[in-house]
T-cell receptor, first 110, second 115 residues
Framework: DGGITQSPKYLFRKEGQNVTLSCEQN?????MYWYRQDPGQGLRLIYY???????QKGDIAEGYSVSREKKESFPLTVTSAQKNPTAFYLC?????????FGPGTRLTVL | GNSVTQMEGPVTLSEEAFLTINCTYT??????LFWYVQYPGEGLQLLLK?????DKGSNKGFEATYRKETTSFHLEKGSVQVSDSAVYFC??????????????FGQGTILTVHP
């Protein structure tokens, strides 16, 4: 089945550690996105990539980094510079002006 | 810039009641409009969309009409079910310029339906 997968579903990290969240899609979509969701709030865009080897900062890119070496993959690294990383992270890809989302990764910093 | 304003929640209804969740937007040009639904602990699912003025998006009994004159995209359902309990997000997408493909979301509306 085609779709977007994110792993792991739950992730725990100690303060000061970097952690990488996986996002893979087999939909052959060019554009991919990372969002952050905090309780009771909407989604905020972290980074997006329109094509392989290219990506752009979103509204809240500080403390995050991404890569786009393959069309299918768009991993997000939450660095120790991110001051408040505990959140629900959602990956998405785009086809025909509609975005489709993965199941999300819930990151908790201990 | 673009913005989306949703009806404040939470919304609590009895089963088979009529649902309206208001959504208004501010945008340049001619955005596409979307409603997404999020069930607890899950990602967002696209519920319906409309790409031009007067288009009506519909899915699973939900409907929304793209009203350019009132810059609105209100979500409606004639008879809600307990299984409709979720968070609903209105969003817009501007296809052009430097924000290509970037969705702007409302803050979300929590819907709870009681038997």
């Amino acid at each position: 089945d085609g779709g977007i997968t994110q792993s792991p579903k739950y992730l725990f990290r100690k303060e000061g550690q970097n952690v990488t969240l996986s996002c893979e899609q087999n939909l052959n979509h060019d554009a991919m996105y990372w969002y952050r969701q905090d309780p009771g709030q909407g989604l905020r865009l972290i980074y997006y990539s329109q094509i392989v080897n290219d990506f752009q900062k979103g509204d809240i890119a500080e403390g995050y980094s991404v890569s786009r070496e393959k069309k299918e993959s768009f991993p997000l690294t939450v660095t120790s510079a991110q001051k408040n990383p505990t959140a629900f992270y959602l990956c998405a890809s785009t086809e025909q002006n509609a975005q489709y989302f993965g199941p999300g990764t819930r990151l908790t910093v201990l | 810039g673009n913005s989306v304003t949703q009806m404040e929640g939470p919304v609590t209804l009895s089963e088979e009641a009529f649902l309206t969740i208001n959504c208004t937007y501010t945008a340049t040009g001619y955005p596409s409009l979307f409603w997404y639904v999020q069930y607890p602990g899950e990602g967002l699912q696209l519920l319906l969309k409309a790409t031009k003025a007067d288009d009506k998006g519909s899915n699973k009994g939900f409907e929304a009409t793209y009203r350019k004159e009132t810059t609105s995209f209100h979500l409606e359902k004639g008879s809600v079910q307990v299984s409709d309990s979720a968070v609903y997000f209105c969003a817009l997408l501007n296809a052009g310029g430097t924000s290509y493909g970037k969705l702007t979301f409302g803050q979300g509306t929590i819907l709870t339906v009681h038997p």
